[in-house]
């Protein structure tokens, strides 16, 4: 079975310094691995995603994530926080059962607050 | 804009009623899953539709079913509501036959049951 464990549900940095985002997945095969965002009163939005390519994902607003098998982890990053990037963050892995459907397993959440 | 949307944006039911939610996939695309989020939690898998058959479920109960008619837009009902039901329903759409499809959520339907 695949699951995703996000290791904070909150994490408090300052605008303008590094932001590191924990997220740990299981799964009996090659995953396929998402970063979604969530905003107040917001849909969810797909910040990035990876299937198997390159190790090193590059998404949007400049967050990034590295795929490393040997530790099961899927973090992600970006180099300097802007306010607009306080939002609740989920890790997600697709999951696949029976008759070809795939859903989304979600981690809990992390709360990311960026301090002025 | 995700092209996804859901009517209504919230609503309010009494427990033991029914309440039927309801999306409108992007265009082109012929999967719809739908996702329960209760307060401060991620969102869960309920059941997933492609080409108008349930081809894939979460751990719901039965109380939990849907439809998917043949312009790929949805429902989903719940009926003999409990107070637990009470969360963000989530539509996501998405195309098939491609590697690491994106799932395109819609903004949801606040459920409140009193």
């Known amino acids: 079975a695949q699951s995703v464990t996000q290791l904070d549900s909150h994490v408090s940095v300052s605008e303008g310094t590094p932001v590191l985002l924990r997220c740990n997945y299981s799964s009996s095969y090659s995953p396929s691995l998402f970063w979604y965002v969530q905003h107040p009163n917001k849909g969810l939005q797909l910040l990035l995603k990876?299937?198997?390519?390159?190790?090193l994902v590059k998404g949007i607003n400049g967050f990034e994530a590295e795929f490393k098998k040997s530790e099961t982890s899927f973090h992600l990053t970006k180099p300097s926080a802007h306010m607009s990037d306080a939002a609740e963050y989920f890790c997600v892995v697709r999951i696949y059962s029976g008759g070809g459907a795939d859903g989304l397993t979600f981690g809990k959440g992390t709360h990311l607050i960026i301090q002025p | 804009e995700t092209g996804v949307t859901q009517s209504p944006t919230h609503l309010i039911k009494t427990r033991g009623q029914q309440v039927t939610l309801r999306c409108s996939s992007q265009s082109g695309h012929n999967t719809v899953s739908w996702y329960q989020q209760a307060l401060g939690q991620g969102p869960q898998f309920i059941f997933q539709?492609?080409?108008?058959?349930?081809?894939g479920r979460g751990n719901f109960p039965p109380r939990f079913s849907g439809l998917q008619f043949p312009n790929y837009s949805s429902e989903l009902n719940v009926n003999a509501l409990e107070l637990d039901d009470s969360a963000l329903y989530l539509c996501?759409?998405?195309?098939?036959?491609?590697?690491?499809?994106?799932?395109?959520f819609g903004q949801g339907t606040r459920l409140t049951v009193v």
């Open positions: 990876y299937t198997s390519a390159a190790t």
């Open positions: 996501a759409s998405r195309g098939r036959g491609l590697t690491g499809t994106e799932a395109f």
């Open positions: 539709y492609y080409r108008e058959e349930e081809n």
